[in-house]
């Protein structure tokens, strides 16, 4: 009787946490579902019936964002500034996050704590200091400004949060691979990395999304309109075309389609990365 009475209990808690799972799920699936079905529809039609699917597939508002607004040129410059970021941000991340973590020097404790303080600092403190810096090293209007700028802004959570992931790896596996002759890189590539994977690739998602979501940064340091990122043509969208709400979603849908690639993309890390983490 008390066994039938704890399995009901447990049954009933999973059906539970399963319900509200599925009500998050829906939460977050339902915006995306209602981009992509009033991104095909007209004006029109979208004042008619903004909860229906369309009633045909039409492509007139994302001709118009390629011919009009050049949208694929603002995704490509999106592209190569998020990337760029992202490959400079976790390569630096990493090593430093790495010495942090499991390398012992004099000052380790105080240089963490300055390096994770900036991130205290708000954004609009520093853009005047970034556009004097970027400017005399005659970077403005270039896209490697705001790669750098993204970087720098971005690196002290990334530290933070690596650290904290690292100090969890065995001392006894670096120990192992130190003995068996690897040096500082290769101990990186064959413990850290591996063993790191689930908070690097949460790092990556995070630092994408912050890269291409973005609409300060490039706005203050690409003010050529062919430098524009995604974000920037998006509010030039939503201000010319405010009587369009058909047009202005499927402006949405076609910013929000790489954050949602690199997620899909690189949550099997994340799992891949808590299932070793739990065998290790």
């Known amino acids: 009787m008390i066994m039938h009475k704890k399995t009901l209990q447990k049954r009933l808690a999973n059906a539970l946490v399963f319900c509200l799972l599925a009500v998050l799920a829906v939460s977050f699936l339902y915006p995306v579902y209602f981009m992509a079905i009033n991104a095909f529809k007209t004006k029109a039609e979208y004042r008619a019936t903004p ?145 790191g994977v689930a908070v690097i690739a949460i790092n990556i998602i995070f630092n994408f999304l912050s890269a291409s979501n973005d609409l300060f940064t490039p706005m203050i340091l690409l003010q050529k309109i062919d430098k524009r990122t995604i974000m920037v043509a998006l509010s030039a969208i939503m201000s010319s075309r405010s009587a369009d709400p058909a047009y202005q979603i499927a402006g949405l849908l076609l910013s929000a389609l790489p954050s949602l690639a690199v997620y899909m993309l690189f949550n099997r890390f994340i799992v891949k990365g808590i299932t070793v983490g739990s065998i290790k």
Request: charge should be positive; charged fraction near 10%; avoid cysteine.
């Open 51 to 195: 909860f229906a699917l369309p009633s045909q597939l039409r492509l007139d508002n994302f001709n118009l964002l390629i011919g009009n607004f050049k949208i694929l040129d603002s995704y490509w410059n999106t592209l190569q500034i998020a990337l760029g970021s992202v490959a400079l941000t976790i390569t630096l991340a990493v090593f430093a996050s790495y010495g942090f973590a499991k390398l012992p020097f004099k000052g380790r404790g105080a240089v963490y704590v300055a390096v994770v303080a900036t991130m205290f600092i708000p954004a609009q403190v520093t853009m005047i200091p970034l556009y004097y810096l970027m400017s005399h090293l005659r970077v403005t209007n270039k896209l490697i400004s705001v790669v750098l700028a993204y970087t720098a802004t971005s690196l002290p959570g990334s530290i933070l949060l690596m650290t904290t992931g690292f100090r969890g790896i065995s001392d006894e596996m670096i120990e192992a691979a130190t003995i068996d002759g690897a040096g500082y890189f290769a101990v990186v590539k064959n413990v850290i990395l591996p063993m």
